[in-house]
């Protein structure tokens, strides 16, 4: 199974700054990946897939880059409502696999 | 607007079976892969299962740690996904989420509980 790494469990940041989430791939997934947020209390929202298309009704403030195995999640712009879990996942092959997640937390 | 709806989650004993529906609204079912992803504190984020299309032969894949135990299948004219779970057992408690499949997973239901203990 490949396995997707976000080596940050938590990470800090302001309002206004911009925070960037990492994602590694224990192999080669050209650009099959996707991030999604998960909100305390909520399912998981599709944010980016093949690695930079926003999702529909998604702000720009994301921004999803990367291919074969390393892969960013940038926010500009952080704001209040950002607090949430970010997770990626691939889906390039079965089964698709999921990082562990990196809590965003908001100083 | 879409809409995935989960019900069937509950207690259940070890070696147990439950069955878990998910009805879909607002978009055409029968056009979509489906797929059900389960979430625990131990684990993280875990894909089950998915279902391809009637032009797919209703093709179906699982997760190595599910193969065998569980069965996904669809009912298109309901627009109802299912879950059959069988040989239940503790590691298969947490929150179950039905969700269709567009190149990611692009909408997630509310998602239904599953307690597995005795």
């Known amino acids: 199974d490949i396995v997707m790494t976000q080596s940050h469990k938590f990470m800090s940041t302001s309002v206004g700054d911009r925070v960037s989430i990492t994602c590694k791939a224990s192999q080669d997934v050209s650009t099959a990946v996707a991030w999604y947020q998960q909100k305390p209390g909520q399912s998981p929202k599709l944010l980016i897939y093949?690695?930079?298309t926003r999702h529909t009704g998604v702000p720009d403030r994301f921004t999803g880059s990367g291919s074969g195995t390393d892969f960013t999640l940038t926010i500009s712009n952080v704001q209040a409502e950002d607090l949430a879990l970010y997770y990626c996942q691939q889906h390039y092959f079965t089964p698709f696999t999921f990082g562990s997640g990196t809590k965003l937390e908001i100083k | 607007e879409v809409k995935l709806e989960e019900s069937g989650g509950g207690l259940v004993q070890p070696g147990g079976s439950m069955k878990l529906s998910c009805v879909a609204s607002?978009?055409?079912?029968?056009?979509?892969?489906m797929s059900w992803v389960r979430q625990s504190p131990e684990k993280g984020l875990e894909w089950v299962a998915e279902?391809?299309?009637?032009?797919?032969?209703?093709?179906?894949h699982y997760a190595e740690s599910v193969k065998g135990k569980f069965t996904i299948s669809r009912d298109d004219s309901k627009s109802r996904l299912y879950l059959q779970m069988n040989s239940l057992r503790a590691e298969d408690t947490g929150i179950y989420y039905c969700?269709?499949?567009?190149?990611?997973?692009?909408?997630w239901g509310q998602g239904t509980s599953v307690t597995v203990s005795s």
């Open positions: 093949w690695a930079s």
């Open positions: 969700i269709r499949l567009v190149y990611a997973m692009d909408h």
């Open positions: 607002g978009f055409t079912f029968s056009n979509y892969w």
């Open positions: 279902i391809r299309l009637k032009s797919d032969n209703y093709g179906t």
